[in-house]
């Protein structure tokens, strides 16, 4: 069976067509590992910003429970009073 001019017509417009897509498909792979590069970004932004919070937070509630004691402590004098 011998191709004939159609038929090689219509391979090579398949093989453009698959090139193409490989093109299109390499582009949307390259700007989906960015946008996760920029997602992981903002996740370790929001990791570190939460541990921050954290350790503020944790200072503070030190602080108060030792002003707690400063009082319970102050009260307990003034009761013997």
């Known amino acids: 069976m011998q191709p004939t001019d159609l038929t090689i017509e219509i ?9 193409t897509t490989n093109t299109r498909i390499e ?22 910003r939460q541990v921050e919070t954290e350790v503020r937070l944790s200072t ?5 429970v030792g002003a707690v004691r400063e009082v319970r402590d102050l009260l307990r004098e003034d009761r013997l009073l």
Request: charged residues 40%; without cysteine.
């Open 27 to 48: 582009t949307l792979r390259a700007d989906t590992n960015a946008r996760f590069d920029e997602t992981n970004q903002l996740i370790e932004g929001v990791d570190r």
């Open 11 to 19: 391979l090579k417009s398949i093989r453009d067509e698959v090139r």
């Open 60 to 64: 503070e509630l030190v602080a108060v």
